[in-house]
Protein backbone atom coordinates (compact mmCIF):
# COMPACT_ATOMS: atom_id res chain seq x y z
CA UNK A 1 0.00 0.00 0.00
CA UNK A 2 0.85 3.80 0.03
CA UNK A 3 0.49 6.29 2.59
CA UNK A 4 0.84 9.58 2.54
CA UNK A 5 2.06 12.22 5.66
CA UNK A 6 3.11 15.36 5.89
CA UNK A 7 1.71 18.94 5.03
CA UNK A 8 -0.68 20.55 6.65
CA UNK A 9 -1.78 24.24 6.97
CA UNK A 10 -0.35 26.32 5.96
CA UNK A 11 -0.15 30.44 4.95
CA UNK A 12 0.76 31.34 1.71
CA UNK A 13 4.12 31.69 0.23
CA UNK A 14 4.92 28.97 2.55
CA UNK A 15 6.27 25.36 1.92
CA UNK A 16 5.46 22.04 2.93
CA UNK A 17 7.13 18.80 2.82
CA UNK A 18 4.75 15.46 1.54
CA UNK A 19 5.45 11.71 1.48
CA UNK A 20 4.48 8.51 0.75
CA UNK A 21 6.10 5.25 1.96
CA UNK A 22 5.32 1.81 0.11
CA UNK A 23 4.91 -0.97 1.96
CA UNK A 24 3.59 -4.64 1.59
CA UNK A 25 5.00 -6.68 -1.59
CA UNK A 26 4.80 -3.57 -3.68
CA UNK A 27 8.42 -2.68 -2.26
CA UNK A 28 10.06 -5.22 -3.90
CA UNK A 29 9.38 -3.84 -7.40
CA UNK A 30 9.25 -0.11 -6.03
CA UNK A 31 12.61 1.50 -7.12
CA UNK A 32 12.55 0.83 -10.59
CA UNK A 33 8.76 2.12 -10.50
CA UNK A 34 7.95 5.60 -11.93
CA UNK A 35 5.44 7.58 -9.01
CA UNK A 36 3.97 10.40 -9.11
CA UNK A 37 2.13 13.07 -6.83
CA UNK A 38 -1.74 14.02 -7.68
CA UNK A 39 -4.25 16.99 -6.47
CA UNK A 40 -7.81 16.93 -6.00
CA UNK A 41 -8.93 20.33 -5.22
CA UNK A 42 -13.14 20.68 -4.21
CA UNK A 43 -15.57 20.12 -6.75
CA UNK A 44 -12.85 19.31 -9.65
CA UNK A 45 -11.05 16.68 -11.45
CA UNK A 46 -7.65 15.02 -9.57
CA UNK A 47 -4.69 16.33 -12.11
CA UNK A 48 -1.56 15.72 -12.37
CA UNK A 49 0.92 17.80 -10.48
CA UNK A 50 4.55 15.78 -10.93
CA UNK A 51 6.20 12.28 -11.23
CA UNK A 52 9.51 10.54 -10.72
CA UNK A 53 10.92 7.38 -12.40
CA UNK A 54 13.34 4.82 -11.18
CA UNK A 55 16.11 6.48 -12.58
CA UNK A 56 14.74 10.09 -10.81
CA UNK A 57 13.70 11.76 -14.59
CA UNK A 58 11.42 14.31 -13.08
CA UNK A 59 7.98 15.84 -14.77
CA UNK A 60 6.26 18.26 -13.57
CA UNK A 61 3.00 20.32 -14.11
CA UNK A 62 3.33 23.91 -15.63
CA UNK A 63 2.18 25.38 -12.68
CA UNK A 64 3.77 23.95 -10.26
CA UNK A 65 7.42 24.46 -11.96
CA UNK A 66 9.90 25.95 -9.73
CA UNK A 67 8.14 26.00 -6.76
CA UNK A 68 7.50 22.37 -6.17
CA UNK A 69 10.03 18.96 -6.03
CA UNK A 70 9.56 15.48 -6.25
CA UNK A 71 12.42 13.41 -4.86
CA UNK A 72 12.74 9.81 -3.93
CA UNK A 73 14.61 7.39 -1.06
CA UNK A 74 14.45 3.74 -2.56
CA UNK A 75 16.60 2.59 0.54
CA UNK A 76 12.73 3.60 2.52
CA UNK A 77 10.48 3.07 -0.32
CA UNK A 78 9.56 6.90 0.07
CA UNK A 79 8.89 9.73 -2.41
CA UNK A 80 8.64 13.35 -1.10
CA UNK A 81 7.04 16.54 -2.66
CA UNK A 82 8.87 19.46 -1.33
CA UNK A 83 6.10 22.05 -2.32
CA UNK A 84 7.59 26.06 -1.76
CA UNK A 85 6.41 29.34 -2.41
CA UNK A 86 2.94 27.60 -2.10
CA UNK A 87 -0.50 29.54 -3.00
CA UNK A 88 -3.99 28.94 -2.07
CA UNK A 89 -5.24 27.49 -5.60
CA UNK A 90 -2.59 25.08 -4.47
CA UNK A 91 -5.24 23.42 -1.49
CA UNK A 92 -6.76 20.39 -2.39
CA UNK A 93 -6.18 16.53 -1.41
CA UNK A 94 -2.55 15.15 -2.83
CA UNK A 95 -2.62 11.89 -3.95
CA UNK A 96 0.81 9.78 -3.91
CA UNK A 97 0.19 7.37 -6.89
CA UNK A 98 2.33 4.12 -8.32
CA UNK A 99 2.45 0.59 -8.93
CA UNK A 100 -1.24 0.40 -9.79
CA UNK A 101 -1.87 1.97 -6.48
CA UNK A 102 -3.51 5.06 -5.14
CA UNK A 103 -2.95 6.40 -1.35
CA UNK A 104 -5.61 7.45 0.97
CA UNK A 105 -4.75 11.21 0.39
CA UNK A 106 -3.64 14.06 2.61
CA UNK A 107 -5.53 17.34 2.64
CA UNK A 108 -3.21 20.24 2.33
CA UNK A 109 -5.15 23.95 3.03
CA UNK A 110 -3.09 27.11 1.90
CA UNK A 111 -4.57 30.11 3.61
CA UNK A 112 -4.53 33.21 2.12
Known amino acids: QLVESGGGLVQAGGSLRLRCKAS???????????MAWYRQAPGKQREFVAS???????NYADAVKGRFTISRDNAWKTIFLQMNSLKVENTGLYYC?????WGAGRQETVAS
Open 97 to 101: SGLDL
Open 24 to 34: GAITSVFNPAE
Open 52 to 58: ITGSRVT
